[in-house]
């Protein structure tokens, strides 16, 4: 084993994070179906904000079966609030995939790579963490250490592919997995990114951006701004119940309920027809930051009239003391907790 791996499994085997989809330090690998819904949960999002929702999956779909034969609006709903919600049709669609395999995952990251909405860092990670294989597992954290142990000058993403090489260098064929989960908690306690805690980290003689300034690194181009979008959502309530719509299967917010809107993630312009002909006032502004673009959303109040001409099985009357079981995406549960306040 290389001189550096075993430095950072003695340190992980001290200071590992405690984390209940994991494993103790050199104890046998976690259930697969454990270490892949996390690792989906886990993608752009912090662990405390995946904590509660993997207890609540697990409680719920306790077995990768189980979560197969789920209702998709069920666990759509069930992933509200946690975004990129492509990531919640596509645990679906993984799971149903592991289903018909008779709910084996595979156990190599070739084959993991062939599942529905796994790419190469969640393929590797399962492979590594559930399977014990050598595999190079590269999230925002690992990306960071290894940059700086290199002290790679090449901005983010060409530096990639030298990024990668370095992980799969360090990588040892014994422990992989522990390896791997060490390297994302090095980058996420130790190493992280301002103020790293040089004097802590277990790699300082290895590092060579420590002499270069580690905060330089890794190398980023620079931000561009994000365009903005203008759209509007009507909020229409009769007899303690708000109108909802489903979303189409594909697209941003694919298959949440939702408050019906102008069509804004096609148009962005904030000009679409409202889905009733009457009276309306404005009842504020919800202002939401997505990956690639700013939304600024009108909240629309139904004042009252021909609720009958709602097209028919288009939506559902949802009853308003409810309202937090309809899993509504965080833009469309501002926007109602904003003409609730605006009621109250």
């Known amino acids: 084993m290389d001189a550096t791996a075993k430095r950072l499994l003695d340190w992980y085997d001290a200071h590992a994070r405690d984390l209940p989809w994991r494993s103790p ?32 999956f697990l409680a719920r779909w306790p077995t990768v079966m189980d ?10 709903a069930a992933w509200a609030g946690l975004g ?34 796994l790419g190469a860092y969640t393929a590797a990670a399962v492979a590594a963490i559930a399977f014990g294989e050598r595999a190079a597992v590269v999230d925002a954290n690992v990306e960071r250490v290894a940059a700086r142990l290199l002290a790679l000058d090449e901005p983010l993403p060409a530096a990639r592919s030298a990024i990668r090489a370095e992980v799969m260098r360090l990588t040892p064929a014994e422990r992989p997995g522990d390896f791997a989960q060490a390297m994302m908690d090095l ?10 805690r040089c004097l802590l980290c277990p790699l300082t003689e290895d ?10 690194f890794p190398v980023k181009p620079a ?3 994000k365009p903005a979008r203008r759209g509007r959502a009507f909020w229409i309530v009769r007899d303690g119940a708000v109108w909802l719509v489903r979303r189409a299967g594909k697209g941003m917010l ?7 809107d102008d069509g804004w993630a096609a148009r962005g312009d904030g000009a679409g027809e409202p889905p009733l002909a009457g009276s309306w006032q404005a009842g504020g502004v919800v202002c939401h930051s997505f990956t690639h673009f700013d939304l600024e959303l009108q909240l629309m109040l139904y004042s009252g009239g021909d609720w009958d001409s709602l097209p028919a099985n288009t939506g559902e009357w949802w009853r308003l003391d409810r309202l937090e079981e309809a899993g509504l995406p965080t833009l469309f549960a501002k926007a109602a907790r904003l003409a609730l306040a605006d009621k109250d």
């Open 67 to 76: 979560l197969a034969a789920a209702d998709d609006a069920e666990v759509m």
């Open 25 to 56: 330090p050199g104890a046998p690998p976690p259930e697969p179906y454990r270490v892949w819904l996390s690792e989906v949960m886990l993608q752009q999002t912090t662990v405390a904000a995946v904590g509660p929702y993997f207890a609540k």
């Open 207 to 216: 590092c060579k951006g420590r002499s270069a300034g580690p905060e330089r």
């Open 84 to 117: 990129y919600y492509a990531r919640a049709r596509n645990l679906l669609a993984c799971a149903r995939a592991v289903a018909a395999r008779g709910g084996t995952f595979p156990d190599n990251e070739a084959a993991l790579r062939e599942l529905p909405g």
């Open 223 to 225: 931000k561009k701004a």
């Open 254 to 260: 694919g298959g949440m309920r939702a408050l019906p």
């Open 187 to 196: 980058g996420s306690t130790v190493c992280t990114v301002r103020n790293p």
